[in-house]
């Protein structure tokens, strides 16, 4: 027992249109998978970027407070106390730092204040940089040092 597979007009198979058009639908979608994959994959990399900076800069935090005082790395270099501790850095506006380091491609910055909010403390506003795609990112943290007797 055989089966014909013809149409009323005798035609089998798909048109060479029909095929193009399928073709088309594919390569559109592929595409968008694409452009999706790429997104994904910036998204994973600045993700990964900013996860480093706050591990630095927590690192460096947790340094500092293990540091007993007096010590020059817990010191207001520059005398302008809680101003210093401002929302980035800013060299133009006299917001310099008090100290600075270099981690490949990370700049860690931090500025301090004593008895900012509390006597016989030290707050450390510390700022990690670094470019990215010709942009400037940073993290930036509070840290409130108690000295330890």
Same mark, same amino acid.
């Given at each position: 027992?055989?089966?014909?597979?013809?149409?009323?007009? %005798?035609?089998?198979?798909?048109?060479?249109?029909?095929?193009?058009?399928?073709?088309?639908?594919?390569?559109? !979608?592929?595409?968008?998978?694409?452009?999706?994959?790429?997104?994904?994959?910036? !998204?994973?990399?600045?993700?990964?970027?900013?996860?480093?900076?706050?591990?630095?800069?927590?690192?460096?935090?947790?340094?500092?407070?293990?540091?007993?005082?007096?010590?020059?790395?817990?010191?207001?270099?520059? %005398?302008?106390?809680?101003? %210093?501790?401002?929302? !980035?850095?800013?060299?133009?506006?006299?917001?310099?730092?008090?100290?600075?380091?270099?981690? %490949?491609?990370?700049?860690?910055?931090?500025?301090?204040?004593?008895?900012?909010?509390?006597?016989?403390?030290?707050?450390?506003?510390?700022?990690?940089?670094?470019?990215?795609?010709?942009?400037?990112?940073?993290?930036?943290?509070?840290?409130?040092?108690?000295?330890?007797?």
């Amino acid at each position: 027992m055989t089966t014909n597979c013809l149409t009323e007009n %005798g035609d089998s198979g798909f048109s060479l249109i029909e095929v193009m058009i399928a073709i088309m639908v594919f390569a559109v !979608g592929a595409l968008a998978v694409a452009t999706m994959q790429g997104t994904s994959i910036n !998204g994973n990399s600045l993700g990964r970027q900013y996860t480093e900076a706050t591990t630095l800069a927590m690192t460096e935090l947790e340094t500092l407070s293990a540091l007993p005082w007096p010590n020059t790395l817990l010191t207001d270099t520059d %005398g302008n106390d809680v101003a %210093g501790l401002g929302y !980035g850095i800013d060299t133009e506006a006299g917001n310099d730092p008090d100290h600075k380091t270099v981690d %490949g491609v990370y700049t860690i910055f931090w500025n301090v204040a004593d008895n900012e909010f509390v006597n016989d403390t030290k707050t450390v506003a510390m700022y990690v940089t670094w470019q990215e795609k010709g942009k400037t990112r940073s993290v930036r943290m509070r840290y409130i040092i108690p000295k330890r007797v």
